[in-house]
């Protein structure tokens, strides 16, 4: 999976989200976790 590197793609996982089964605390805690990886690989 390409790596989360804007806002916009942040957007439209958000998006996906939405439409689909995932929990709301869970993608809360995905998206927090892909952040932590971007900001660990600056």
Same mark, same amino acid.
């Given at each position: !999976? $390409? @790596? %989360?590197?804007?806002?916009? /793609?942040? !957007? $439209? @996982? %958000?998006?996906?989200?939405?439409? +689909?089964? %995932? +929990?709301? *605390?869970?993608? $809360?805690?995905?998206? *927090?976790?892909?952040? @932590? %990886?971007? @900001?660990? /690989?600056?």
């Amino acid at each position: !999976m $390409e @790596l %989360v590197n804007n806002e916009q /793609k942040i !957007m $439209e @996982l %958000v998006k996906m989200a939405m439409n +689909s089964s %995932v +929990s709301k *605390k869970d993608f $809360e805690q995905y998206i *927090k976790y892909k952040r @932590l %990886v971007l @900001l660990s /690989k600056k």
